[in-house]
């Protein structure tokens, strides 16, 4: 069942960009942290580590954000913590959006146009990049045209860690 979001468009037009500012990482949550660190302040059950392309990956089903519970992945690279993904409520897109916006301040959006054709049109995707650019909300659709929202906080130096533990893999 595809959803409208008005509220998305609304967001979009009273949105304006504030001073840039970098995420060091989120809550106490420190980008650079070792994983026994992050597992202490995850405040989630977490299991891995798999490994993955960019490090290892740590998931969390029950991570705490905003008012419930969501699926988290928690990536590191060399043993440091370098990238969170969060699984937004596609109904709390439009106000994830803002509050970003307001904290970060917002540094891209797509076009109207553009988050019509992921609601209406299976395996398309958009992305909004707030501060420094290394945090990103991406709304798409998969192949069957259900909507996500995955919400991304890098470490600015994630490349660099990903690039120089890359034979570790």
Do not use: W
Request: hydrophobic letters at 40%.
């Amino acid at each position: 069942m595809k959803k409208s979001f008005p509220l998305l468009a609304s967001a979009l037009l009273i949105l304006t960009c504030n001073g840039a500012q970098a995420a060091s990482g989120f809550r106490d949550m420190d980008f650079g942290s070792s994983p026994d660190v992050i597992k202490q302040h995850a405040h989630c059950t977490m299991t891995g580590p798999v490994k993955v392309e960019i490090g290892e990956m740590y998931q969390c089903a029950d991570f705490p954000f905003e008012s419930g519970v969501t699926h988290a992945e928690f990536f590191f690279a060399g043993n440091q913590f370098i990238r969170l993904g969060i699984r937004v409520p596609v109904d709390n897109t439009a106000e994830t959006i803002n509050s970003l916006a307001k904290k970060y301040g917002l540094v891209s959006a797509p076009g109207e146009d553009q988050i019509t054709a992921v609601r209406t049109t299976p395996g398309q995707s958009v992305m909004f990049t707030f501060g420094d650019g290394n945090i990103a909300l991406y709304f798409a659709s998969d192949s069957q045209g259900s909507t996500s929202t995955v919400l991304l906080f890098s470490s600015p130096d994630a490349k660099a860690l990903q690039d120089a533990h890359a034979d570790d893999l």
